[in-house]
């Protein structure tokens, strides 16, 4: 009840599409009664959680803040939600994010941007990041205790950066895509927005594991976490890697002296810490962009106006019919994405972009690989500065330059591996600053521990 009303009272940052009250509270009062028999499922048992508006709920409205999912009610769930009812978890609600999750912002949906909760003012704020703006906020207020987004190149650690809570990108497979609705389904992974490292391993052991329905998903069975108490945490003799190429143009001095600092302190306190050098790192945004266009045109196809989705008041002609329903039911964003990704599959284009973004994407992967024979981690920044101005950011200029915001983040999702970012401390301005850690595949026991580690001595 008590994250119910925090939800409702700050209604204002708009963090929730629908905050599902009724299947809440019978969730609750189910979980309530196990706890009262002592037949409590697990550790997350009536604990509260809001879920990204892009993952499928069944007989709840799923609208990937879209005109085109407006309306449309799933009629299964997917299999991260399925996982965590079966755990006892409580839906307080489905969140905001960008249109289809095609963003850094929050700022695209039709149900209008989500707000900051840092620095917030009634005329003034600061941008929750994106695309899973909503849930980074529902964890960030309190509202809920844990929040799933996704992430396709940044959007669960973007948002979790600028609200100043942590925000895990599992390793490629780790987690059912199934029922998520895909952006690029060779980068989208379920992501985790927590308040603390604990939370969310908590989290992941609930919703890792090979999925029959998702052939994406590893065979490998998962073996649960479980990360050693505080005071037996130690990073001596942890080889780290500063990735050089990732000191970018654009990289606020603020953030950069907080990458230092940290790398300075672990250093100290016993990790090996050394600059290594990831060289095709500069591509990553251009080829993620090709990808990301190519595969977006191929996925949106499926929404035609005819077998679910906005269908358009329009019968004289059946591609007419096809037309108008997708120009009504995607914004300019998507529409774009869908037109340019068309182009570079083009016959006459697809060898010079697609299969030559395909083979960039592998450098950079390779960058990784050779990564793990100098070091077992990465630390970086997660976003270049701390959470712009929603009046900034919205300008013309700085929207194009926007795909900017992921220089850090999109890396770990070409080449698959595990990522999290965590609240390092606040700014001048008092905004969070967070830093990035990645490893190689699968390494999510390391990752988070480091992470723990780092949230206990910051
Ligand atoms: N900002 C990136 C994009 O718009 C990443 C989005 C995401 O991770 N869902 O494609």
Redesign the pocket.
Known sequence: NSCLTQAKDTNHLNAYITLTEDEGNKQAKQSLERYQKKEATSKLDGIPIAIKDNFCTANIKTTCASKMLENFVPTYNATVYEKLLNAGAVLVGKTNL?QF????GTIDSIYDSTKNAWGYTEDDYYIAG??SGGSAVAVATGSCFAALG??????TR?PASYCGVVGLKPTYGLVSRLGLIP?VNSMDVPGILTRTVDDCVLILNTIAGHDPKDSTTLTKPYKEILLPSSGKLSVKGLKIGIPKEYHCKNLDKEVLDTWNDVAKLLDENGAVVKEISMVNTEHSIVCYSIL?QCEVASNMARYDGIEFGLRADENSSTEKLYATSRSHGFNEVVRNRILTGNYFLLTKNYEKYFNQALKVRRLISNDFYKAWEDVQVLLTPTTLSTAPKYKDFVKKTNRDQC?M??FCTQPANMAGVPAISIPIKLSKKGLPISLQIMGRNLSEPMILALAKYIENIV
């Open positions: 960008d999750a095609m963003g850094s994106g695309s996704s992430d396709t190149g940044g959007s973007n952006l990301n795909a915001q992921d």
